[in-house]
């Protein structure tokens, strides 16, 4: 059983920045692929960004390509998601999930993830 603790939401002003944390005490959490979903009121939860379970692949939305940053430490059980320039749209709940999911076609699949986290919101004020 692997269970995920997020940290680090808050309310930031557009432009800025948020660190997210998704920790877990799983001892086989190196074995899966990570990965960030987000929900808005009155939306489908979205894909944002996931992570190998190595860390060497990283994928990421069109939409916060280039602003976004996944990255993960296995000995500490910890995957970060480091948000910058932040916008009003990108309000939400955000998920960490955790599965062995392949990569490509797949990795964007919500339903593909056996583990998820509570959330924490991140508010983004214009």
């Known amino acids: 059983q692997v269970q995920l603790v997020e940290s680090g939401g808050g309310l930031v002003q557009a432009g800025g920045s948020l660190r997210l944390s998704c920790a877990t005490s799983?001892?086989?959490?190196?074995?899966?692929?990570v990965g960030w979903f987000r929900q808005a009121p009155g939306k489908e939860r979205e894909f944002v960004t996931a992570?190998?379970?190595?860390?060497?692949?990283?994928y990421y939305a069109d939409s916060v390509k280039g602003r976004f940053t996944i990255s993960r430490d296995n000995a500490k059980n910890t995957v970060w998601l480091q948000m910058n320039s932040l916008k009003p749209e990108d309000t939400a709940v955000y998920y960490c999930?955790?599965?062995?999911?392949?990569?490509?076609?797949?990795?964007?699949?919500?339903?593909?993830?056996?583990?998820w986290g509570q959330g924490t919101q991140v508010t983004v004020s214009s």
């Open positions: 799983g001892r086989t959490f190196s074995m899966y692929t």
């Open positions: 999930a955790a599965g062995r999911v392949a990569g490509g076609i797949f990795i964007n699949q919500a339903r593909r993830y056996d583990y």
């Open positions: 992570i190998s379970s190595s860390g060497g692949s990283t």
